[in-house]
């Protein structure tokens, strides 16, 4: 039989399903506190970079609290990042010598984190980067001899790793080949010496996790093999961060990234946290569009999920422990959004998830006949007015939610 060049059914269902996820960036990087751009962006060569793993001590690292974290904020994955751009793996890898086993800290972060995944009911992926800003068969094949085929050989070993050594995953999520981007001399170092042989890594990965999600946040179309489209730093169909010049492609199942505040990894100077309300709004709004959030916190070198970051998504947690039926498991909603309002949709169940603090919303795009309304928390009715192929909802004062108050608007009629 043919190798599966896609996800199972059932793993794409629980994917979909899911609709919110914890993205971890933790590396050497967090020790800087300057992002995990910090290698490139400040030009450290790779020998002097490497000393920042005999620093590396981050003794208050508890796999449990992270997982406890992500479970209480309503995240059903989580995806960490296993080797990034600085080419340091956070795993016990046997390809490479540079990795935290071989650190003062000497545990494998990344199976302690599976094996409290387990324990509270969480799903474990993994992000890889493509890209390898000190790799001796990436960058520097001219003076190490390496061939590009060197790097290949150790890139998907770290998958098939990754994908045998910490029992079943949500998914392989990869990054750093952005084949739209062009270099200028200055990243000429990005540039690969060769294929990624995508068709053989991938097959392999649906092989080895038949209910793994791939994704590529290329940034572009998926490719045969991958399951997601990605979104990065914007909801499907935006642009804000000129990295999704490519729409989104329709009834596909779809993933937004984003952080918290403007970084990925730790950055001990940014403070420009988005609120719990803005986090609400905009897994509310992926959900509306049928795409998952995945949304990022960057810990601190001492293994810490940084407090403030924390405590926004437990506020977050909160929110859903009330209204996660209107996110979980939900389809894109049938309404058009607007600034006011978005909505999903479970068969003839909507969901209005009213953004702001207004009396009324109005709706374009109304079902037929047989509506009624009421709030999602406590079933008080709400008052629904027609005006053509518009309807207005007329709120209560009582039981308004100061992030997000979500109405049910169920309906007779059938699939659409
Ligand atoms: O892991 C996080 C980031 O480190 C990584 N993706 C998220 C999930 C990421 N950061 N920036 N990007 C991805 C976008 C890439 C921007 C680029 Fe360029 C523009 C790559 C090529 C053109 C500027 C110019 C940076 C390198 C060359």
């Given at each position: ?9 059932e ?56 997982v406890?974290l ?35 800290f ?6 302690e ?20 800003w ?31 050594k ?24 990005f ?12 097959s ?19 490719l ?26 329709v ?7 984003m ?14 946290l988005k609120s719990a309300?803005?986090l609400v ?48 498991g ?23 998830l ?8 109005t ?54």
């Open positions: 039989m043919d190798a599966p060049m896609q996800v199972s059914p793993g794409l269902a629980w994917f979909e399903a899911a609709r919110f996820g914890m993205f971890i960036h933790w590396g050497l990087y967090a020790l800087l506190g300057r992002g995990e751009w910090v290698m490139h962006n400040e030009r450290i060569a790779p020998q002097e970079y490497a000393g920042l793993a005999e620093r590396f001590s981050p003794t208050a690292f508890d796999a449990d609290a992270w406890k992500a479970a209480d904020a309503g995240q059903r994955y989580i995806v960490i990042t296993s080797r990034h751009h600085d080419g340091f793996s956070m795993y016990d890898t046997a390809l490479s010598n540079y990795k935290i086993t071989n650190t003062a000497g545990r494998d972060p990344i199976a984190l599976a094996a409290a995944c387990t324990r509270h009911g969480v799903k474990l992926g993994f992000y890889v980067s493509l890209l390898d000190r790799h001796p068969a990436y960058r520097f094949r001219r003076e190490s001899g390496q061939h590009w085929a060197d790097y290949l050989t150790f890139l998907h070993g770290q998958v098939r790793e990754l994908c045998t910490y029992g079943e995953i949500a998914c392989i999520w990869f990054d750093g080949d952005w084949p739209h981007h062009t270099f200028t001399a200055d990243d000429a170092y540039v690969p010496g060769g294929p990624f042989r995508y068709k053989a890594l991938y392999m990965i649906h092989t080895l996790q038949p209910n793994a999600v791939v994704l590529n946040n290329r940034h572009a179309t998926p045969p093999g991958e399951d997601i489209q990605g979104f990065e730093q914007d909801l499907p169909g935006q642009n804000t961060a000129g990295f999704n010049v490519t729409g989104p492609q009834g596909k199942p779809l993933e937004v990234c952080t918290i505040n403007d970084h990925w990894g730790y950055h001990r100077a940014d403070t420009n309300r803005q709004h905009t897994l509310a709004r992926a959900a509306s569009d049928g795409a998952n959030l995945l949304l990022n916190v960057g810990p601190s070198p001492d293994g810490k999920i940084v407090p403030e970051q924390a405590a926004r998504l437990r506020k977050v947690g909160a929110w859903l422990a009330r209204n996660g039926t209107a996110i979980y939900t389809r894109a909603g049938s309404f058009i959004p607007t600034t006011d309002a978005v909505t999903t949709r479970r068969d003839n169940t909507h969901y209005v009213v953004l702001n603090d207004a009396q009324t919303v709706l374009q795009g109304a079902p037929p006949a047989g509506l009624n309304a009421q709030l999602l928390t406590d079933g008080i009715p709400v008052t629904i007015t027609r005006n053509g192929n518009a309807i207005t909802l007329t709120l209560p004062t009582a039981g308004r939610d100061s992030l997000a108050t979500v109405v049910v608007l169920n309906t007779e009629e059938t699939g659409r």
